[in-house]
């Protein structure tokens, strides 16, 4: 006997994303509007940085309106983005009574998102999660597309799931606190966005990226929006990955295997820092990118205070050899992603962004980085 088990579905993952100075009551007046449904029990995950400058008052704003809820704080960094990581969370979890009637709420940068957004996805085979996102770098990318996943000690981000928040919280003004090189790695992200789509950005960004270090509000808010405008654009058109979204891994591939390959000695936007010199030199020599606008997205990464070249302390041949463990790899082969000039990416046939590099290729350029 055979039976055939129909289970097409609609899904709608649609959800808010708003920005803004200081959020935080306005996602209590969310969930008190019912935001996360009849949930009446929300475990608020963060790291022991954030912990005390935001997760607190959010706990306390939601015992305030009558909410049970609990906080379950990581230590603050990438080493803690690990399957461990996320047992020890569904562990707690469980421990303190939560079961499949919860929420998640994530309140931190890209670490806590992608860590608790994937225990969400998970956790009584899937339960509501809410991003609140602290890090110039969860603002430009982190928090935004439902990405979700955690390291292992091979590579970063191999092990995870698309899993859609419920609606994503920019607090901009959750950023004078942040260190100067986070605020950098941000910046990466940021650029990144610009050479992949907008070439206003960019000369808006070559105007005023050290006003970023002043909390200059209407740079930081210009930011933010643009950033997110991009970033939605592509995942509203290929939520899966399937072609567009490629495109948001400019830099990545070799971003990506320095952050991994320095220990993350390099924060992950230092390392896309690299890794978006990279691809232009890489794309210069293939006529993608001119001399010029090389130099430009160069220029425009060390005034934002990142890295524009490969640390000494990090192999060269190491490097090469991480590259292969991308996700992108198909068949074995290394795949990049380009820029076209400035604002606009290459694109190599129907719905097609990516293209196959040669290791020797990569290598040469890896080694006479210029
Ligand atoms: N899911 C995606 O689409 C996506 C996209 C880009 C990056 N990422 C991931 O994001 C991560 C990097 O994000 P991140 O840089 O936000 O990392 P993070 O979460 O580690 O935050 C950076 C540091 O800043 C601290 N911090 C956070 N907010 C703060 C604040 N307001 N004031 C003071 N300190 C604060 C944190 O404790 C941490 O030490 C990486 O794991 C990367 O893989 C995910």
């Given at each position: 006997?055979?039976?055939?088990?129909?289970?097409?579905?609609?899904?709608?993952?649609?959800?808010?994303?708003e920005?803004?100075?200081?959020?935080?009551?306005?996602?209590?007046?969310?969930?008190q509007?019912?935001?996360?449904?009849?949930?009446?029990?929300?475990?608020?995950?963060t790291?022991?940085?954030?912990?005390?400058?935001?997760?607190?008052?959010?706990?306390?704003?939601?015992?305030?309106?009558?909410?049970?809820?609990?906080?379950?704080?990581?230590?603050?960094?990438?080493?803690?983005k690990?399957?461990?990581?996320?047992?020890?969370?569904?562990?707690?979890?469980?421990?303190?009574?939560?079961?499949?009637?919860?929420?998640?709420?994530?309140?931190?940068?890209?670490?806590?998102?992608?860590?608790?957004?994937?225990?969400?996805?998970t956790?009584?085979?899937?339960?509501?999660?809410?991003?609140?996102?602290?890090?110039?770098?969860?603002?430009a990318?982190a928090?935004?597309g439902?990405?979700?996943?955690?390291?292992?000690?091979?590579?970063?981000?191999?092990?995870?799931?698309?899993?859609?928040?419920?609606?994503?919280?920019?607090?901009?003004?959750?950023?004078?606190?942040?260190?100067?090189?986070?605020?950098?790695?941000?910046?990466?992200?940021?650029?990144?966005?610009?050479c992949?789509?907008?070439?206003?950005?960019?000369?808006?960004?070559?105007?005023?990226?050290?006003?970023?270090?002043?909390?200059d509000?209407?740079?930081c808010?210009?930011?933010?929006?643009?950033?997110?405008?991009?970033?939605?654009?592509?995942v509203?058109?290929?939520?899966?990955?399937?072609?567009?979204?490629?495109?948001?891994?400019?830099?990545?591939?070799?971003?990506?295997?320095?952050?991994?390959?320095?220990?993350?000695?390099?924060l992950h936007?230092?390392?896309v820092?690299?890794?978006?010199?990279?691809?232009?030199?890489?794309g210069?020599?293939?006529?993608?990118?001119?001399?010029?606008?090389?130099?430009?997205?160069?220029?425009?990464?060390?005034?934002?205070?990142?890295?524009?070249?490969?640390?000494?302390y990090?192999?060269?041949?190491?490097?090469?050899?991480?590259?292969?463990?991308?996700?992108?790899?198909r068949?074995?082969?290394?795949?990049?992603?380009?820029?076209?000039?400035?604002?606009?990416?290459?694109?190599?046939?129907?719905?097609?962004?990516?293209?196959?590099?040669?290791?020797?290729?990569?290598?040469?350029?890896?080694?006479?980085?210029?």
């Amino acid at each position: 006997m055979k039976f055939y088990c129909e289970l097409k579905k609609m899904v709608d993952n649609s959800y808010d994303i708003e920005t803004g100075h200081g959020l935080c009551d306005v996602l209590i007046k969310d969930l008190q509007e019912g935001l996360a449904g009849r949930v009446k029990q929300f475990a608020v995950v963060t790291d022991d940085n954030v912990e005390k400058l935001y997760a607190e008052p959010i706990l306390d704003k939601l015992f305030a309106a009558g909410f049970s809820a609990d906080m379950f704080v990581i230590p603050a960094g990438e080493k803690s983005k690990t399957r461990k990581m996320k047992e020890f969370l569904e562990d707690s979890m469980l421990e303190k009574g939560y079961r499949r009637d919860c929420c998640v709420i994530a309140v931190g940068g890209g670490v806590v998102s992608d860590l608790a957004g994937f225990t969400a996805g998970t956790f009584g085979r899937g339960v509501p999660f809410i991003n609140y996102a602290t890090t110039l770098l969860a603002a430009a990318d982190a928090s935004v597309g439902g990405k979700t996943a955690v390291d292992t000690p091979l590579a970063t981000n191999l092990i995870g799931m698309f899993n859609q928040p419920k609606k994503v919280y920019i607090d901009i003004d959750a950023w004078k606190t942040l260190p100067e090189n986070q605020i950098s790695s941000g910046l990466a992200e940021t650029i990144k966005h610009a050479c992949l789509a907008d070439e206003e950005l960019f000369c808006y960004l070559e105007e005023n990226i050290e006003r970023v270090f002043s909390f200059d509000r209407e740079v930081c808010e210009y930011i933010a929006q643009k950033n997110c405008t991009i970033k939605y654009r592509v995942v509203m058109s290929d939520e899966r990955e399937s072609g567009l979204r490629e495109v948001l891994n400019l830099g990545h591939t070799v971003g990506r295997a320095i952050e991994t390959v320095s220990d993350y000695r390099l924060l992950h936007g230092e390392a896309v820092s690299i890794g978006l010199i990279a691809q232009c030199l890489l794309g210069n020599r293939h006529g993608f990118i001119s001399k010029e606008n090389t130099r430009r997205v160069a220029d425009l990464c060390r005034r934002a205070r990142l890295p524009v070249e490969i640390p000494d302390y990090i192999s060269r041949t190491k490097l090469v050899r991480k590259l292969y463990t991308d996700k992108k790899v198909r068949d074995g082969k290394l795949r990049f992603v380009f820029q076209k000039e400035i604002g606009e990416m290459m694109c190599f046939g129907e719905n097609q962004y990516g293209l196959n590099i040669s290791e020797d290729e990569i290598a040469d350029v890896l080694s006479k980085w210029e």
